[in-house]
């Protein structure tokens, strides 16, 4: 099973991370942090990356539920949204697919859960 859900767009770095932006607080999520990762890597180590950010992104709706599910799903939490270059005025945007993150957990109503929000996180991939 795949981990994630991925798509490559017509777009330029920076307009591909508004674009998921936009599109995950179409689905209800807000993103709880920005990390760039190459910024991270050149202050860290020294080392040269390509344009690469990583989003985490909740629905606080469905956060809640999970939580009460299982408490200690918070671990898994938030989804990650990868918006990466990958050529001139090209990008890919990936997210986790919960379903298969979730897989560690033995809790049938989680799965239910996290299939609501591969759902969701589908439906913003296939918006980009």
Excluded: W
């Amino acid at each position: 099973m795949p981990y994630y859900i991925a798509k490559t767009i017509d777009q330029p770095f920076e307009d591909a991370i508004e674009a998921a932006e936009a599109a995950l607080k179409k689905e209800g999520f807000g993103v709880l942090t920005r990390i760039d990762i190459a910024d991270t890597l050149k202050k860290k180590i020294g080392a040269e990356f390509h344009p690469y950010v990583i989003l985490g992104a909740c629905n606080p709706q469905l956060a809640f539920e999970a939580l009460k599910l299982e408490n200690k799903v918070g671990t898994m939490l938030p989804c990650n949204v990868v918006v990466q270059a990958v050529a001139d005025n090209r990008s890919e945007v990936a997210a986790i697919d919960p379903v298969a993150s979730m897989q560690a957990i033995d809790n049938a109503d989680l799965k239910g859960a996290a299939e609501q929000v591969r759902a969701k996180l589908a439906r913003v991939i296939d918006s980009l």
